[in-house]
């Protein structure tokens, strides 16, 4: 009988090509490098979807402005960086190694790209009444992009860890809601654009499955 290797023992799966780990985080990274070249030069596109998003969006409710206001802060980078060391120390000790280096390379070539591009770029934040208080450059939001890759994480380790099919649809479910959650509120408490929350949610997205990439081409593939 053939021993099995680790992408099949988490994956119960025997057909992977290693391309399809790569051939999503290209693309994606693809569509993100267009969405931020759009975003700097201040296509008029970018204009009108913020402007009709905005409208769609914002409102003078005051249950939602509290929701919003209260539920934004989960994706303060205080907070994703704590639950980070959290979820990597868990890893630890259940001996998941890999999938600890995984959680924290990932979460740090993310957000310290973001940090770079959001420098480069130098978009000013929507010059309008804030409800919640925010710092530094507008794109792409870093609520977004932390929120994203983090779940995203949480979302992959669930597929790859957790046994029982029903449970672990409902953790991706709720785990998915996050960072749409928090990415309206960022563009609902006026501290973002739109645009800014789609390329903090394609940036972590692109991160997260290069990630993945190696994971699966250095631990799950062997």
Not at 73 to 93: D, E, F
């Amino acid at each position: 009988m053939l021993k099995k290797t680790r992408g099949e023992r988490y994956l119960n799966t025997t057909d992977h090509s290693k391309k399809d780990t790569i051939i999503p985080a290209t693309i994606f990274l693809l569509i993100y490098a267009a969405w931020a070249i759009l975003v700097s030069s201040g296509n008029q596109f970018i204009h009108q979807f913020d402007k009709s998003l905005i409208g769609l969006i914002c409102n003078n409710n005051p249950a939602i402005i509290k929701f919003a206001t209260t539920f934004t802060n989960l994706g303060n980078t205080s907070v994703i960086m704590v639950a980070t060391i959290i979820l990597v120390i868990v890893l630890g000790v259940f001996r998941k190694y890999a999938f600890a280096v995984f959680t924290a390379g990932t979460m740090i070539a993310a957000n310290g790209y973001n940090w770079i591009i959001k420098h480069a770029i130098g978009r000013q934040r929507p010059m309008v009444h804030h409800l919640v208080e925010a710092h530094g450059y507008s794109f792409p939001s870093g609520h977004s992009v932390g929120s994203a890759t983090l779940f995203g994480i949480l979302i992959i380790l669930t597929i790859l860890l957790v046994k029982k099919k029903g449970l672990k649809i409902i953790l991706c479910i709720i785990w998915l809601c996050f960072p749409i959650l928090i990415g309206y509120t960022r563009i609902f408490d006026h501290v973002h654009y739109p645009s800014d929350v789609v390329g903090g949610f394609l940036e972590g997205i692109s991160f997260l499955l290069i990630g993945y990439s190696f994971l699966y081409h250095y631990y799950l593939d062997k």
